[in-house]
């Protein structure tokens, strides 16, 4: 049997991390946007073999299941990202798709019943590709848009997710 306690310090959490492009899926699901990620895997010669994040590992249909690997694993936590266009497709929404938040809030709950502490990243490089089309981030419009994501998102989970970070890697996209 593996013994943590004798290979790691006390405290140790072990988790795991996804960012909303590269595993959800589901890109067509429920009025969710274009992101840039969709549109640069689109373009004729950015991706090897035209892949894409269409289907990917299909979690946002199957995030019960994947819950429960992390269970059996005995993960403690979990770094997922919020996919922007999935919660405000263009950036510039009055009102947020209440089918996208009803997914982070589905996901979140079943973290907690099995005792997975959510840890929520607001921005993994998947911009609404509209907000991008208006000059991206060095527009002031989309840091405006970006306060009004963090704070809708914020709202309906801050309630059970305690820990954030803003920005994946920030270093990347500068």
Same mark, same amino acid.
């Given at each position: 049997e593996?013994?943590?306690?004798?290979r790691f310090p006390d405290g140790f959490i072990f988790g795991a991390a996804t960012s909303s492009y590269q595993i959800e899926g589901a890109v067509d699901a429920d009025g969710r946007g274009e992101s840039i990620w969709d549109r640069f895997c689109a373009t004729p010669g950015k991706v090897v073999g035209s892949e894409s994040g269409a289907v990917a590992c299909d979690h946002y249909n199957r995030y019960a299941q994947d819950v429960e690997m992390m269970a059996d694993l005995g993960l403690k936590a979990y770094r997922f990202s919020l996919a922007w266009p999935r919660i405000l497709p263009t950036g510039l929404e009055t009102e947020p798709l209440e089918a996208g938040l009803d997914f982070y809030d589905r996901l979140v709950d079943a973290l907690l019943e099995k005792g997975i502490t959510p840890w929520a990243t607001l921005y993994h490089w998947d911009m609404p590709q509209v907000?991008?089309? %208006?000059? /991206?981030?060095p527009a002031r419009?989309?840091?405006?848009?970006?306060?009004?994501?963090?704070?809708?998102?914020?709202? %309906?989970? /801050?309630?059970r997710a305690k820990h954030w970070i803003t920005h994946n890697e920030p270093w990347v996209v500068t």
């Open positions: 593996f013994l943590m306690s004798e907000l991008q089309d %208006r000059g /991206g981030w419009s989309t840091v405006d848009a970006f306060v009004r994501f963090a704070d809708v998102a914020s709202k %309906r989970l /801050g309630d």
